[in-house]
């Protein structure tokens, strides 16, 4: 499971309408790394074949290790799963090593139309199918459960939908040295993260400070003083095609959403307009 927990919502949600907003959710939220696709009887109470997803909270999925579960026998109450059966999974899953019952999928791969991660193993074997997202959120903790249904609540083709929670903010009083402490911290959004930002007291957005400012910078050097010179940022219900717009106006690589209160709420990337274009 992830670090942060895993999956079912409440029934008001729109769960139909935004399976692919929750599943573009968790693949540019979290680094989906395994895939155990087990067979029907493993858990009591679900007669049909269960996907128990493995995740990590913070950085986007990049590659996903599927690992088809055959032990060779009917799992039920009185023949249930146990650690022998495991075993190869448990192995093969510390360097997700390919084998006749597990592959590796790039996730550029996955269909930007439909998000679905149904796969079917190369060598041979049924599709893999997963849990509805109803399922997948009954196993989050509260925390991460809220944000999901916090970002299930935005229209898919407006800022708030096309946005992720995959950012760096700090107070406007901050300095360099803060920074590059808070990146030390965060060293697995790294590889993607190319602007900070700053936000006051209230959680407003004040500022965006490109990547490569705070590098030829003094350690005590006021983040403030690095600041682009215009900051450019969206409300939640901006419309797909003016956020569009604007990364083509502006060549930005990555554009603040703020809510109604000014509050930062997510930030939209390049690769998240890369990914609207192939859907049309």
Request: hydrophobic share 40%; net charge negative.
């Amino acid at each position: 499971m992830g670090k942060d927990g895993g999956a079912n919502g409440p029934g008001d949600i729109k769960m139909r309408r935004n399976n692919d907003l929750f599943t573009k959710h968790l693949l540019e939220s979290c680094n989906l790394h395994s895939v155990l696709d087990c067979p029907g009887g493993t858990f009591q109470g679900a007669g049909v074949k269960t996907v128990v997803l493995f995740f990590e909270k913070g950085t986007k999925t990049r590659k996903v290790w599927y690992y088809q579960l055959d032990p060779g026998r009917n799992l039920g109450k009185t023949n249930p799963l146990n650690d022998a059966d495991l075993a190869e999974f448990v192995q093969l899953q510390a360097t997700c090593a390919d084998s006749p019952k597990s592959w590796t999928v790039d996730a550029k791969s996955i269909d930007p139309a439909t998000f679905d991660l149904s796969v079917k193993n190369p060598n041979g074997g049924e599709v893999v199918v997963h849990r509805s997202p109803e399922e997948i959120m009954d196993e989050m903790d509260s925390a991460e459960k809220t944000e999901v249904q916090e970002l299930l609540e935005f229209e898919e083709d407006t800022a708030g939908g096309m946005m992720t929670t995959e950012y760096v903010a700090l107070h406007d009083n901050a300095t360099a040295a803060d920074a590059l402490a808070a990146l030390k911290g965060n060293t697995d959004l790294l590889e993607s993260l190319n602007t900070l930002f700053l936000i006051d007291t209230e959680e407003r957005l004040t500022a965006a400070i490109p990547l490569a400012r705070l590098f030829l910078a003094t350690g005590d050097a006021r983040l403030k003083a690095l600041a682009s010179g215009t900051l450019i940022q969206v409300t939640v219900d901006e419309t797909q095609k003016r956020v569009t717009a604007l990364f083509d106006k502006y060549n930005l690589l990555t554009l603040p959403v703020v809510d109604e209160e000014g509050k930062l709420a997510g930030v939209i990337t390049a690769d998240d307009i890369i990914s609207v274009l192939r859907r049309k």
